[in-house]
């Protein structure tokens, strides 16, 4: 997964995190290490043909910062669970001698109910 930079911060709300127990060292947010998350995304369940996933799935917003920053919002399902993820992106001009390239810098994440249809 390339698109997330290497020092990507992915935190979310917990109502159970606290000073001590989270890696954030902060009461109410949960950060997960970067190599964590790939490890949770490389297991999670391929849904491109979920015709559910495919309806929710979607980017809702996009705020440029100049032209190498950038603010996303999207949405991602996993039934039963909708994330809406708020990412900042960078644009990467020198990483291994390519065209410059958009990463993932900080992704922070809550989560609802998916809707049934």
Not at 12 to 34: C, E, K, R, W, Y
Not at 64 to 75: K, S, Y
Request: hydrophobic residues 40%; charged residues 20%.
């Amino acid at each position: 997964m390339r698109c997330y930079h290497p020092c990507t911060r992915l935190t979310a709300p917990s109502s159970t995190a606290t000073a001590a127990t989270s890696a954030s060292g902060h009461n109410g947010v949960f950060l997960i290490p970067h190599a964590d998350f790939m490890q949770r995304v490389a297991a999670r369940e391929i849904t491109e043909a979920d015709p559910l996933c495919a309806k929710y799935d979607k980017i809702t917003k996009v705020m440029m910062a100049g032209a190498d920053a950038a603010l996303v919002v999207c949405h991602i399902a996993y039934p039963p669970v909708l994330f809406t993820d708020v990412l900042s992106l960078l644009k990467f001009s020198d990483e291994d001698g390519g065209e410059p390239r958009w990463r993932i810098v900080c992704k922070s994440s809550v989560s609802d109910r998916c809707p049934a249809e």
